[in-house]
Antibody, heavy 119, light 111 residues
Framework: QVQLVQSGAEVKKPGASVKVSCKASGYTFTTYGVSWVRQAPGQGLEWLGW????????NYAQKVQGRVTMTTDTSTSTAYMELRSLRSDDTAMYYC????????????WGQGTLVTVSS | NFMLTQPHSVSESPGKTITISCTRS????????VQWYQQRPGSSPTTLIY?????PSGVPDRFSGSIDSSSNSASLTISGLKTEDEADYYC??????????FGGGTKLTVL
């Protein structure tokens, strides 16, 4: 069965970076992409970007463009999302989700990784 | 870019039918597919409807999606409401840069 398992919770100071991992199993990793979505406490969903696991092409949301880097490691079927220059408003649950291409639905989701930014 | 506007909250009794709207602020709602996600408290979202009206396997036919060009909106209809349907519901579409856009979410209370 398809599973996306994310890395554990992180606490970071303002200005630091965080790198969240998302290990996929149960399907051929390179035939799908991965989107990253975050949810601030008590708030709605916010899309951060998408990466193709086939060729590494990326498409980032304007709000985080320049601070975010999404990568994949096909040898371990793992996707990564790194966010730099963290601010307090980056505190959120970060989800990875499978998406065949950038414009298809997110059919499987990871369990979420809570990133807390606090001094 | 456009926005997707949903009611903040809705409520209805068990067994009834409810419809949650998702209005696109500019551009034709039919131009890009709309998806609907359900998020129960403390859980990750799951897909209820994709490509405007399709249901993934395992999603009951009590859930249906539609679009209406006259109101430029998409709708999620849930019939035969159950207490387990209490959750947040999000609509989602794409802009011309293939950037995903979510509605603000609707909290459904079944009382």
């Amino acid at each position: 069965q398809v599973q996306l398992v994310q890395s554990g919770a992180e606490v970071k100071k303002p200005g630091a970076s965080v790198k969240v991992s998302c290990k996929a199993s149960g399907y051929t990793f390179t035939t799908y992409g991965v989107s990253w979505v975050r949810q601030a406490p008590g708030q709605g969903l916010e899309w951060l970007g998408w990466i193709s696991a086939y060729n590494g092409n990326t498409n980032y949301a304007q709000k985080v463009q320049g601070r975010v880097t999404m990568t994949t490691d096909t040898s371990t079927s793992t996707a990564y999302m790194e966010l730099r220059s963290l601010r307090s408003d980056d505190t959120a649950m970060y989800y990875c989700a499978r998406a065949e291409v950038a414009t298809t639905d997110l059919d499987y989701w990871g369990q979420g990784t809570l990133v807390t930014v606090s001094s | 870019n456009f926005m997707l506007t949903q009611p903040h909250s809705v409520s209805e009794s068990p067994g009834k039918t409810i419809t949650i709207s998702c209005t696109r602020s500019s551009g034709n709602i039919a131009r890009n597919y709309v998806q609907w996600y359900q998020q129960r408290p403390g859980s990750s979202p799951t897909t209820l409807i994709y490509e405007d009206k399709k249901r993934p396997s395992g999603v009951p036919d009590r859930f249906s999606g539609s679009i209406d060009s006259s109101s430029n909106s998409a709708s999620l209809t849930i019939s035969g409401l159950k207490t387990e349907d209490e959750a947040d519901y999000y609509c989602q579409s794409y802009d011309s840069n293939n950037h995903m856009i979510f509605g603000g979410g609707t909290k459904l209370t079944v009382l």
